[in-house]
């Protein structure tokens, strides 16, 4: 009977290796998704807004920091024909990591009381010396992930994903006596579980400090470029966390923190799945009009999933208070006012892949520019010149990323779109 029924199940089996591939990947990060959001109802009755509202600021950092913790070299490491060459990479982005980990701690220990004073957030300040354990952790983690996918260990990265969910859950639960400590060990954990697996194979080639060197020039043009379009992003995601952080109570930065990562939660699944199939057959289109045509028919699709997401998200939001606890009744607020946010992730994160697929580096740094500058730039004014309430600044900064992405997708168009002769 079970063979049975594994033969039914066969049909619907993608005959693309890569298809497959990306729909492992995709399950694993779906189940991660749904083991947070499903914890969240608990999380929040066990940590208050304010403990979210430190453990959003420290990954803002965290964010800024991973971006040039190793130069980025972790994207060259799939390029390579030989092993040998692509793990001493992986040592390569090793020893960066570590030196930017030094660089972090002393950068805490010198500085840490005056960055946390600045944010006008000393609670966060017992927390900092976790940045830099946090920095070396990812930083071993993502060249481990890059070396996983070159050997196309889909499903072993899969499953570190489950793992790494499990455990940051599991920690949180275990360490919630401590308060806002419990949630950031929760996301370390979450971000570098599985180290283990996938070390796996991994050696000190012969020559080490002469191939690392080596590597460091040869494939500077991968680095160089990739951290400037990487900071550029993060920028544009995590200033304006950091800018609320500022001039908002941490109560309600937890708010905000809480209410957006149960929101983007399809977000998060429909960019990952989706974009991933979109880079795989853009890049094998090569035919300027056929590129077009898939991605008119991608962002028509992709609109309507938005659309309906958005939907649901306004007829949940008042639930928020029953799900989450009283505490948290401005969440139904704050959801009401990520929907522009929502869409835009949604409707045009997924299409960003096409920069890559299609060589157009030049027009993704510059659509970035555009994103990041209306995304941080009203929030900016709003803060700094006006004393609005703090779902306003919400608002405007969701207004504002919808704007900067409407923006970015023209550029985009733009330059896929075939040229007239």
């Known amino acids: ?19 497959r591939n990306v729909l492992k990947l995709a399950g694993g990060t779906a189940g991660s998704q749904v083991i947070a959001v499903a914890a969240a109802p608990i999380l929040t009755r066990l940590y208050g807004p304010e403990s979210f509202g430190i453990l959003a600021t420290f990954v803002a950092i965290l964010a800024l920091l991973n971006v040039v913790s190793s130069l980025r070299y972790e994207l060259a490491i799939p390029i390579p024909k030989e092993d040998d060459e692509a793990i001493s990479l992986v040592w390569l982005c090793f020893v960066l990591v570590l030196f930017s980990t030094t660089l972090t701690f002393l950068g805490i220990y010198l500085w840490g009381s005056q960055f946390a004073a600045w944010l006008h957030q000393p609670k966060l300040e017992p927390f900092l010396w976790l940045l830099p354990v946090t920095v070396l952790l990812t930083g071993v983690y993502q060249p481990l992930s890059y070396l996983a996918i070159r050997r196309k260990q889909f499903g ?29 060990i ?23 400090f002469k191939q690392t060197s080596r590597n460091l020039i040869e494939y500077r043009d991968v680095g160089g470029p990739s951290v400037l379009a990487g900071l550029i992003n993060v920028i544009g995601a995590q200033v304006p966390i950091l800018l609320l952080a500022k001039n908002y109570s941490v109560f309600n930065l937890g708010i905000l923190s809480v209410a957006e990562r149960l929101s983007m939660l399809p977000a998060s699944l429909v960019a990952l799945s989706t974009g991933q199939v979109f880079l795989q057959r853009l890049a094998s289109i090569e035919t300027q009009g056929e590129a077009f045509r898939m991605f008119k028919f991608t962002s028509s699709s992709l609109a309507k999933i938005a659309f309906v997401s958005c939907v649901m998200v306004l007829l949940v939001s008042p639930l928020m208070p029953v799900v989450l606890g009283e505490e948290w009744h401005k969440a139904s607020q704050i959801l009401l006012c990520l929907i522009p946010l929502l869409f835009s ?33 009203p929030l900016f004014i709003l803060v700094y010149f006006s004393n609005q309430d703090f779902s306003v600044a919400v608002l405007v900064y969701s207004i504002g990323s919808l704007i900067g992405y409407v923006g970015y997708f023209l550029i985009l168009m733009k330059s896929i779109k075939p040229s007239v002769s």
């Open 1 to 19: 009977m079970l063979k049975t029924i594994a033969k039914k199940f066969q049909r619907f089996r993608p005959e693309s290796a890569s298809v």
């Open 156 to 184: 072993l990265l899969a499953r570190t994903k489950f793992t790494q969910s499990i455990y940051g859950v599991t920690a949180n639960f275990v360490v919630a006596p401590l308060g806002a400590i419990g949630l950031i």
């Open 186 to 208: 929760g996301q370390i954990v979450s971000q570098s579980a599985g180290i283990n697996q996938l070390m796996a194979k991994i050696y000190l080639p012969r020559e080490f």
């Open 345 to 377: 992730q949604i409707a045009f994160v997924p299409l960003g892949i096409a920069f890559e697929a299609r060589r157009r580096m030049k027009e993704g740094i510059i659509a970035q520019l555009v994103l990041t500058f209306f995304r941080t730039a």
